[in-house]
């Protein structure tokens, strides 16, 4: 089945202690992006990779490192979690001229 | 300053009825455009996407762009109860930016029996 994944579906940490939400898809799409959602605020852009070794900012990138080594993966690493980053996390992939599909989102509460 | 703009809503629609949803964006660079879906604690489920002027029709659902105004609307015909959901309007430009989305807030429709 073509699809997004992402682990975990849920996570409590606390403040500073370095966190890493995994992302892979199977469907050999050359991007990749991560996205919050947060109520009223919409999905907001993270980071995005074009491919392999290629990554951009997208609208909200402090706090969050991204790293895409394979192709089919792209992680997202917090550092240094604070609770501002308490948030709905989503993965993504597509092809070049297609629409996301989406993971199934990462709930992440950072106390 | 929020580049897609999308009515909050809700938007109540009798069931059978036509839903019109609206987005405007502020990036004129702006050239692919999409719709999502969204239940309530699910992920955005892609639904349309347009990229020239004018509509394109898929099933019970119509999208609508105007890029000289800068506008892109979504039309859902007979709406059904199963319809109730968020809708987020996505952009994008092309070449070196494809892959930069900037995603709209969202507009929640409710379709009442």
């Known amino acids: 089945e073509a699809q997004v994944t992402q682990n975990p579906r849920y996570l409590i940490t606390v403040t500073g202690k370095k966190l890493t939400v995994t992302c892979s898809q199977n469907m050999n799409h050359e991007y990749m992006s991560w996205y919050r959602q947060d109520p009223g605020l919409g999905l907001r852009q993270i980071y995005y990779?074009?491919?392999?070794?290629?990554?951009d900012k997208g609208d909200v990138p402090e706090g969050y490192k991204v790293s895409r080594k394979e192709k089919r993966n792209f992680p997202l690493i917090l550092e240094s979690p604070s609770p501002n980053q308490t948030s709905l996390y989503f993965c993504a992939s597509s092809y070049t001229g297609v629409g996301y599909t989406f993971g199934s989102g990462t709930r992440l509460t950072v106390v | 300053q929020k580049e897609v703009e999308q009515n909050s809503g809700p938007l109540s629609v009798p069931e059978g009825a036509i839903a019109s949803l609206n987005c405007t964006y502020s990036d004129r660079g702006s050239q692919s455009f999409f719709w999502y879906r969204q239940y309530s604690g699910k992920s955005p489920e892609l639904i349309m996407s347009i990229y020239s002027n004018g509509d394109k029709e898929d099933g019970r659902f119509t999208a609508q762009l105007n890029k000289a105004s800068q506008y892109v609307s979504l039309l859902i015909r007979d709406s059904q109860p199963s319809d109730s959901a968020t809708y987020l309007c996505?952009?994008?430009?092309?070449?070196?930016?494809?892959?930069?989305?900037?995603f709209g807030a969202g507009t929640q429709v409710v379709v009442t029996p």
């Open positions: 990779s074009m491919n392999v070794e290629v990554t």
């Open positions: 996505a952009v994008t430009a092309d070449g070196d930016s494809w892959g930069k989305f900037q």
